[in-house]
């Protein structure tokens, strides 16, 4: 079984920057695709980007595009999501996710883990 924890969240003026962080553990995710997902209140939860095993593949959100980047680090079993240029519409709870298989998936049903989520909220 593999437990997630996100870190990071918090409050910050449009144009900051955040850096969240997806440690895992209970089992390693070194093998697993890692994801990004965020829900604002009243929407549904809606991808944000997706990270290969290997680090070699990522696949984003247009809304993010240019703005986020995903990362890993295996050794210590963590995924990052830097995020930069924040905007009020960015405001969301983000959740981490994986999923065992090697495909890059947009959709929640592909991922088999969930953390428990970090509130991000950007000021205007």
């Known amino acids: 079984q593999v437990q997630l924890e996100e870190s990071g969240g918090g409050l910050v003026q449009a144009g900051g920057s955040l850096r969240l962080s997806c440690a895992a553990s209970?089992?390693?995710?070194?093998?697993?695709?890692t994801g990004w997902f965020r829900q604002a209140p009243g929407k549904e939860r809606d991808f944000v980007a997706a990270i290969s095993w290997s680090g070699a593949r990522t696949a984003y959100a247009d809304s993010v595009k240019g703005r986020f980047t995903i990362s890993r680090d295996n050794a210590k079993s963590t995924v990052y999501l830097q995020m930069n240029s924040l905007k009020p519409e960015d405001t969301a709870v983000y959740y981490c996710?994986?999923?065992?298989?090697?495909?890059?998936?947009?959709?929640?049903?592909?991922?088999?883990?969930w953390g428990q989520g970090t509130q991000v909220t950007v000021s205007s």
């Open positions: 209970g089992r390693t995710i070194d093998s697993y695709v």
């Open positions: 996710a994986a999923d065992r298989t090697t495909w890059l998936r947009s959709t929640r049903d592909a991922y088999d883990y």
